[in-house]
């Protein structure tokens, strides 16, 4: 019998190789085919979450997954509907990690009406914690359900909700799809900090209740002109509630990847949770408080977007405000639909408990703020002459969506006095229902700061005074004092 000798560097060398034959997981190979009445699809993408293919001019593709990728899904391409069950489309199939060849087809319907023109309605923060605040969560459904009644009835209605849908009671998701179901749109849905598993050991594992009962936590859809994206800026760092504001490197990857068949110059509308600036607050600089706030690598995501027009959507804060970015980027932060955590109808910034309706006419957007129980044209609130003690000789306007582009002009006895004063403070009501401490259910509430409050002083007491609020789009809205 003949022997090999091998000197210790050798058979290190082969116990590295064999390690890396067998102990690394292998690509999984999926294939499969898109298509909408027995017509394959062609250009479609499709993804595991990390790389990107696109489909062939019979509508086939093949794509060799990750192996720590949960879902194999494609990017919706414009003029089609996904499947929809429980009110969220289904544009993925799970995929099983133990099969390494799988076939896996999609099949698609084609839209009914043109989509060149089509409302957005977004939500944020729902946040149930238990089956009351489920029940209370109809109260919204039914406000949305007359919104869309009132659109053209032959334009399609999408909705998102933009993160929160429950308030760490993960088994309530079920409960909360059958709910908006009952909108009967196709209702995508953001992961937010609340709707993540805290019990796991790293953020890879965070997701892992959601991804299974909502679809992928970053993905991409297309409705006529306007490309859709949605991302998980959430990162925990396995601390009790411990997150921050972060989107990691394999999105902004696949983000890269996204948007490289997207022209140039279109409008992308990107929804995530976190706000990407920390923009309503001047009070508070703690740096801790920053970083569960804003995404703390922003500017990696604004240099992807440049050559785009990009609306963001966002929630979290349980206030509204719109921050102008850059020229080509407009952030839209959204008043939650639980308002103040549902402890009552105002937000913790003064804006009833609502929504933000988006029309998309092409490539353009339009807006505005719907809150719940109130028509369209109640855009702000006032507050007479001494009811806020910290501006006592003054009337103030909280101008609920107010960005840069408003006008919040004043008239006395008919005579145009200019515009008022923008001021940083509180909203009155606010701060009489949601003193700190004085909650039952949560001890912590309290009233926040904001900038979408404005004020005046009048010369005489007694005089007439009525406010001109006019929005981006020249809508003027006027009340009487």
């Given at each position: 019998m003949r022997y090999i000798k091998l000197t210790i560097i050798q058979i290190i060398s082969v116990l590295l190789i064999v390690n890396v034959l067998f102990a690394q997981p292998k690509q999984l190979s999926i294939k499969g085919k898109i298509q909408s009445q027995g017509k394959g699809l062609a250009g479609v993408a499709v993804s595991d979450g990390f790389s990107i293919v696109e489909t062939d001019s019979k509508g086939n593709y093949k794509l060799l997954a990750s192996p720590k990728s949960k879902h194999v899904y494609y990017s919706l391409p414009s003029g089609y509907n996904s499947p929809i069950v429980d009110g969220i489309p289904v544009f993925y199939s799970f995929i099983q990690?133990?099969?390494?060849?799988?076939?896996?087809?999609?099949?698609?319907?084609?839209?009914?009406?043109?989509?060149?023109?089509?409302?957005?309605?977004?939500?944020?923060?729902?946040?149930?914690?238990?089956?009351?605040?489920?029940?209370?969560?109809?109260?919204?459904?039914?406000?949305?359900?007359?919104?869309?009644?009132?659109?053209?009835?032959?334009?399609?209605?999408?909705?998102?909700?933009?993160?929160?849908?429950?308030?760490?009671?993960?088994?309530?998701?079920?409960?909360?799809?059958?709910?908006?179901?009952?909108?009967?749109?196709?209702?995508?849905?953001?992961?937010?900090?609340?709707?993540?598993?805290?019990?796991?050991?790293?953020?890879?594992?965070?997701?892992?209740?959601?991804?299974?009962?909502?679809?992928?936590?970053?993905?991409?859809?297309?409705?006529?002109?306007?490309?859709?994206?949605?991302?998980?800026?959430?990162?925990?760092?396995?601390?009790?509630?411990?997150?921050?504001?972060?989107?990691?490197?394999?999105?902004?990857?696949?983000?890269?990847?996204?948007?490289?068949?997207?022209?140039?110059?279109?409008?992308?509308?990107?929804?995530?949770?976190?706000?990407?600036?920390?923009?309503?607050?001047?009070?508070?600089?703690?740096?801790?408080?920053?970083?569960?706030?804003?995404?703390?690598?922003?500017?990696?995501?604004?240099?992807?977007?440049?050559?785009?027009?990009?609306?963001?959507?966002?929630?979290?804060?349980?206030?509204?405000?719109?921050?102008?970015?850059?020229?080509?980027?407009?952030?839209?932060?959204?008043?939650?639909?639980?308002?103040?955590?549902?402890?009552?109808?105002?937000?913790?910034?003064?804006?009833?408990?609502?929504?933000?309706?988006?029309?998309?006419?092409?490539?353009?957007?339009?807006?505005y703020f719907k809150g719940v129980g109130f028509d369209k044209s109640e855009q702000f609130k006032l507050y007479a002459v001494g009811i806020d003690e910290n501006n006592a000789e003054y009337f103030i306007a909280n101008v609920f969506n107010y960005d840069a582009a408003w006008k919040v002009e004043w008239l006395e006895d008919g005579v145009l006095k200019g515009e008022m004063t923008q001021y940083w403070g509180v909203d009155p009501d606010a701060n009489k229902q949601y003193q700190p401490g004085m909650n039952k259910k949560y001890s912590w509430l309290s009233a926040g700061v904001t900038h979408h409050l404005f004020k005046a002083k009048p010369v005489n007491p007694n005089s007439k005074i009525t406010i001109h609020v006019t929005d981006s789009f020249k809508n003027t809205y006027i009340k009487e004092l």
């Open positions: 990690a133990s099969n390494k060849v799988q076939t896996v087809n999609f099949e698609l319907t084609k839209a009914q009406y043109s989509q060149q023109k089509h409302t957005l309605i977004a939500w944020a923060d729902p946040q149930v914690i238990d089956l009351e605040e489920l029940g209370m969560l109809e109260s919204v459904i039914v406000d949305v359900n007359r919104t869309i009644e009132s659109l053209p009835q032959n334009q399609p209605v999408f909705a998102i909700s933009l993160g929160d849908n429950v308030f760490d009671r993960l088994n309530l998701l079920e409960d909360y799809k059958k709910a908006i179901a009952k909108i009967q749109v196709p209702f995508y849905q953001v992961i937010g900090n609340h709707d993540m598993d805290y019990n796991e050991r790293s953020d890879e594992l965070s997701d892992q209740t959601f991804t299974t009962k909502m679809g992928p936590s970053h993905y991409s859809y297309n409705i006529g002109n306007v490309h859709y994206v949605v991302l998980k800026d959430i990162f925990y760092y396995g601390y009790s509630y411990r997150y921050i504001g972060y989107i990691d490197e394999n999105q902004l990857s696949w983000l890269e990847q996204d948007l490289k068949r997207i022209k140039q110059g279109s409008t992308v509308i990107l929804s995530l949770h976190i706000p990407t600036f920390y923009g309503e607050s001047e009070e508070n600089s703690d740096f801790r408080y920053i970083m569960a706030n804003s995404v703390m690598n922003r500017s990696a995501l604004f240099k992807i977007l440049e050559p785009f027009n990009t609306h963001i959507l966002a929630g979290h804060s349980h206030t509204q405000w719109n921050k102008k970015i850059a020229e080509n980027i407009l952030e839209h932060v959204h008043a939650a639909a639980s308002a103040a955590w549902w402890q009552g109808d105002i937000c913790v910034d003064g804006t009833p408990r609502g929504y933000t309706v988006y029309m998309i006419d092409n490539d353009k957007v339009s807006w």
